[in-house]
């Protein structure tokens, strides 16, 4: 089974500066990855899927990037509502979902 | 707008059972297929099964199988999660998804509120 790792755990930053995070998986998931933004008491919301593409309502200071293993979602100046917690999530055939940890960006 | 709200959550006993809801509005409900998908504080997110648009093709997680069935009542715009043999590890907040598919993978997009579960004695 594949497995993602998501990295740091917690990523605490000032509303305005850019924000890094970072998805590996276990073997190569080709584009097939998606991000996530879980703001507290409320469910996750899908960011990014296949790897890049924005899902209908993200802004445009989301980005994703990566391929195979390694994958990247940015965040160019952060607003006061980006801080949540992210997830990226590998889907395969069978079907199979499986999403990493999750990255907690809290106010510096 | 994608609108999902589910119920059927609560208290129940180890080796009980309970029957999810998830009613949709705001979209063609009879076009997209359905996830379940359930959150602990300690597994994470962990998706559980999918339910086809038609209702005909049914996948589950391997640790769910057996115990836990997916269907869907299209005239009615729900789908449904009956948990039987409940376990004090399937306590979590349970939510359904709508299924969206990009060029090749297919994702959750347009999630409920959650239904909380919690298993105990």
């Known amino acids: 089974e594949i497995v993602l790792t998501q990295s740091p755990a917690t990523l605490s930053l000032s509303p305005g500066e850019r924000a890094t995070l970072s998805c590996r998986a276990s073997?190569?998931?080709?584009?097939?990855l998606a991000w996530y933004q879980q703001r507290p008491g409320q469910a996750p919301r899908l960011l990014i899927y296949?790897?890049?593409n924005r899902a209908s309502g993200t802004p445009a200071r989301f980005s994703g990037s990566g391929s195979g293993t390694d994958f990247t979602l940015t965040i160019t100046s952060l607003a006061p509502e980006d801080f949540a917690v992210y997830y990226c999530?590998?889907?395969?055939?069978?079907?199979?979902?499986?999403f990493g940890q999750g990255t907690r960006l809290d106010i510096k | 707008q994608v609108q999902l709200v589910e119920s059927g959550g609560g208290v129940v006993q180890p080796g009980g059972s309970l029957r999810l809801s998830c009613v949709a509005s705001?979209?063609?409900?009879?076009?997209?297929?359905m996830h379940w998908v359930r959150q602990t504080p300690g597994k994470g997110l962990e998706w559980l099964a999918l339910?086809?648009?038609?209702?005909?093709?049914?996948y589950y997680t391997d640790s769910v199988r057996g115990r836990l069935t997916v269907s869907r009542d299209n005239s009615k715009k729900t789908v449904f999660l009956q948990m039987n043999s409940l376990r004090v590890d399937d306590t979590a907040v349970y939510y359904c998804?709508?299924?969206?598919?990009?060029?090749?993978?297919?994702?959750?997009?347009?999630w409920g509120q959650g239904t909380l579960v919690i298993v105990s004695s």
């Open positions: 296949d790897t890049s």
């Open positions: 705001g979209f063609p409900f009879q076009s997209f297929g």
């Open positions: 999530q590998q889907s395969s055939d069978g079907p199979s979902y499986i």
């Open positions: 073997q190569s998931v080709s584009n097939n």
């Open positions: 998804a709508r299924r969206y598919c990009g060029r090749s993978k297919c994702y959750f997009d347009g």
């Open positions: 339910i086809w648009d038609d209702g005909n093709n049914k």
